[in-house]
């Protein structure tokens, strides 16, 4: 008789258990993850940082910052023209013999030309030529452009009327008067308790200071252009003003 050689299904049961026991991994609980997690922050915490060295390097000379030579050119108009003519020797040498620079006026083109040369050492002193010019030509008095030379902490800036509000004829007029007063006792004022300097040309107004004076007297001048009583406007420069006073 033949035997049957099958196996048990207990025993095939158990071979397809251990298969699937193989077949899948254990995966780790999210507390010991957290764990293990912590202990190697703690681990990196405790390793003393590498110290990197900072690059050093050589200064850069004159001659590679400067490179070839630049020129600024500010042009003219032709009411500046014998301002300019007068006052030619006081603008001629600071920026000369303190800025190291070349200068001329092309008659040509009407541009006050601006050039650096080998004897040049500051490469910012060729804005600072052309702002000193640029502010002469616009109204300023060459002693008071003559600080843009001297200070660094000195801008321009320039608005117009219209800007701030859009107005013609006898309106635009009387907000001029407004800035401008009595014999010019209102821009005086201004230009006293706000440490600027102000240039009414036309409809352009053109303010020479600080940052922050700037701001101040632009604000008075646009309050006045808006319409507001000028003893109002005197009393507001003058609280800011000392506000920042006791600010610095």
Not at 154 to 172: A, I, R, Y
Request: aromatic share 6%; hydrophobic share 35%; proline share 5%.
């Amino acid at each position: 008789m033949d035997t049957d050689t099958k196996p048990a299904p207990d025993t095939v049961a158990a071979a397809g258990s251990k298969d699937d026991a193989d077949s899948f991994t254990k995966v780790k609980s999210k507390k010991s993850q957290k764990r293990k997690r912590e202990q190697d922050g703690a681990s990196m915490d405790a390793e003393e940082p590498v110290a990197s060295k900072r690059p050093q390097f050589p200064p850069i000379s004159g001659d590679k910052l400067r490179g070839s030579d630049d020129m600024r050119k500010i042009p003219v108009p032709a009411h500046r023209y014998t301002p300019l003519k007068e006052n030619w020797l006081k603008i001629f040498t600071p920026i000369v013999e303190n800025l190291q620079l070349q200068v001329r006026f092309n008659l040509k083109t009407r541009n006050v030309e601006i050039k650096t040369c080998k004897e040049t050492q500051d490469i910012t002193s060729l804005q600072r030529a052309a702002d000193f010019v640029r502010a002469f030509v616009l109204g300023f008095q060459v002693e008071d452009a003559l600080a843009l030379i001297r200070l660094d902490e000195l801008f321009l800036e320039s608005f117009d009327v219209t800007d701030v509000k859009p107005l013609k004829g006898d309106h635009l007029s009387r907000a001029i008067g407004r800035i401008a007063g009595k014999g010019g006792k209102t821009k005086f004022t201004i230009e006293n308790v706000t440490k600027t300097r102000i240039v009414l040309a036309d409809t352009k107004v053109h303010i020479l200071g600080s940052f922050q004076n700037i701001k101040m007297a632009r604000t008075a001048i646009c309050n006045l252009i808006l319409g507001s009583p000028p003893s109002k406007v005197y009393g507001n420069i003058r609280v800011v003003a000392s506000r920042t006073a006791e600010r610095f």
